[in-house]
């Protein structure tokens, strides 16, 4: 069995998609075990021994802050917090999306600044371990106090309130105690705010885009490859000695993958008619190595959060402060998130007028890649589906960070809108795979109008590969189980 030891030790994105595909099981370290256990004796001592109220602690939240809670319902406010903050609206969030966010709170609460109890964090990883999954709705986080609706969700069953997925169905959160053997976890103060604080929800999603979108980025130049060989274009735009006065990391980059890809194609060896490409092909480097350094960017903001206690108030036994300040606040992962947007729409884009350029009947290809156009209607509409992907990502890709609607009797009163923009960044990972699922179709359709010439051995052995699950259409077919094949075939 798989084991995955949770502890300060720096946790990479690229560990979290290894232990979400590979049904890793968690695990707390030595080390974690004691910084919890340190942090929680450290807050029962000051709150035995302070008179003065701490946020959150011995307060009401919010702009309830003022509003003093005797020892006595320390216990119940932590209770009644996630309770009524449990106010979640739309679809459920996606599987792994919620694992992520789980495995993401374990991992914040661990360092030691939070105050939780161990019995709460290792409760969290036996939902984990278990494959218990609480049942959390995609909207309703401001992205400013962390996540607090989503994680008020994912918090739920903690307390035998809420409902989780167990066996593949949807039961109460008592049934799943009862099955389980387990009993409520009683919560001691600040527990609830520590669990619905944080940024671990708008983190899970990114977290999740980011492996997508480096999947996809690596596509991406695969396709645009055959397409610039099965539309006769030209090598030059992707030789080094251009690249090298406009040196961006990801444009050399990209250029670089066009190169080795094309490698030994007969194609793009051939005497060419044309003078000049167009854009969404010349311009692969620019726009592929754009969407790169933006990936790079993302990924660099992201890490950081993945790494970092984002509850409040932070509890630092060292300093001997409990301080109530922002780290949940999403602003420094929204503007990023917004950003991953706008460039994968634009890896969309790109591709989308790949596609148009392919069934235009230019430079020898048919009309919409059939040989016997005006009975068959071959690939014209899958341009006009992809432009349709297309056109919704523009629209998505509206940064949501640029809005903020106060809330909390204004004590709130610049809010991130992160998770909205988190959603929205989902929505355009998938779009775009959809957008570049249909361009291969259409680019190994285009290439075999080409035969007896031949791409490169690497584009080649892709083409072989996807007919294996995508057969070349000769007369009219029904199209959308095809474009759901070819989707499936860019996950494997």
């Known amino acids: 069995m798989n084991i995955h030891h949770i502890s300060a030790e720096h946790l990479t994105i690229e560990r979290i998609g290894e232990i979400i595909k590979n049904g890793y099981k968690l695990a707390l370290s030595d080390d ?75 991992q914040s609460l661990s360092y030691g600044y939070s105050g939780c109890k161990l019995d709460t964090v290792e409760r969290l990883i036996d939902f984990f371990n278990y494959d218990i999954l609480p049942v959390v709705y995609r909207q309703g986080s401001l992205g400013a106090s962390g996540d607090l609706v989503p994680l008020a969700h994912m918090s739920l069953p903690l307390v035998g309130e809420g409902e989780v997925e167990m066996d593949g169905q949807v039961i109460s959160s008592n049934k799943m105690l009862h099955r389980m053997g387990w009993k409520p976890i009683k919560m001691a103060s600040k527990e609830g705010l520590a669990l619905l604080n944080g940024t671990q929800n708008m983190s899970a999603y990114a977290v999740w885009s980011l492996i997508e979108a480096q999947r996809l980025s690596d596509w ?95 509890v630092c036994p060292d300093d001997d402060l409990i301080i109530s300040a922002g780290n949940f606040h999403g602003e420094p992962i929204a503007l990023p998130i917004d950003f991953l947007s706008i460039a994968m729409s634009e890896l969309a884009n790109i591709s989308e007028r790949r596609i148009y350029r392919l069934v235009s009947g230019l430079r020898g290809l048919p009309d919409f890649l059939v040989a016997n156009p005006g009975l068959n209607s071959g690939f014209m509409i899958t341009q006009y589906t992809a432009a349709s992907c297309v056109s919704l990502n523009k629209s998505l890709a509206m940064p949501s960070s640029v809005d903020s609607i106060p809330s909390c009797q204004d004590q709130e009163d610049l809010v ?10 989902q929505k355009v990972i998938l779009n775009t795979e959809r957008v570049l699922a249909i361009e291969l179709m259409n680019a190994a359709q285009a290439l075999e109008f080409r035969f007896p010439k031949k791409s490169s051995p690497t584009i080649m052995k892709i083409h072989d590969e996807f007919r294996r699950e995508v057969p070349f259409i000769s007369d009219d077919v029904v199209m959308y189980p095809l474009i759901e094949k070819a989707i499936q075939f860019l996950r494997k």
């Open 32 to 106: 974690a075990r004691e910084r919890i256990l340190r942090c929680r004796k450290y807050l029962d001592e000051k709150i035995a021994s302070q008179t003065e109220p701490v946020y959150g602690v011995t307060t009401g939240f919010g702009s309830l802050c003022n509003v003093s809670i005797s020892h006595e319902q320390l216990s119940q406010l932590q209770v009644n917090l996630i309770k009524s903050h449990a106010c979640g609206v739309g679809e459920r969030a996606p599987r792994d999306v919620v694992r992520i966010m789980l495995l993401l709170k374990v």
């Open 220 to 314: 991406a130049d695969r396709i645009a490859a055959m397409s610039l060989d099965a539309f006769d274009g030209r090598i030059e735009p992707f030789l080094p000695a251009v690249h090298a006065v406009r040196p961006h990391l990801g444009q050399i980059e990209t250029a670089r993958n066009m190169r080795e890809l094309l490698q030994g194609s007969e194609l793009i060896a051939s005497e060419k008619t044309n003078v000049q490409d167009p854009y969404s092909f010349r311009c692969v480097p620019q726009v592929h190595g754009a969407v790169k350094d933006t990936l790079r960017y993302v990924h660099s903001v992201i890490d950081i959060e993945i790494n970092s206690a984002t509850d409040n108030p932070t």
């Open 416 to 425: 991130s809108m992160g998770a909205n923009a988190a959603l929205k960044l």
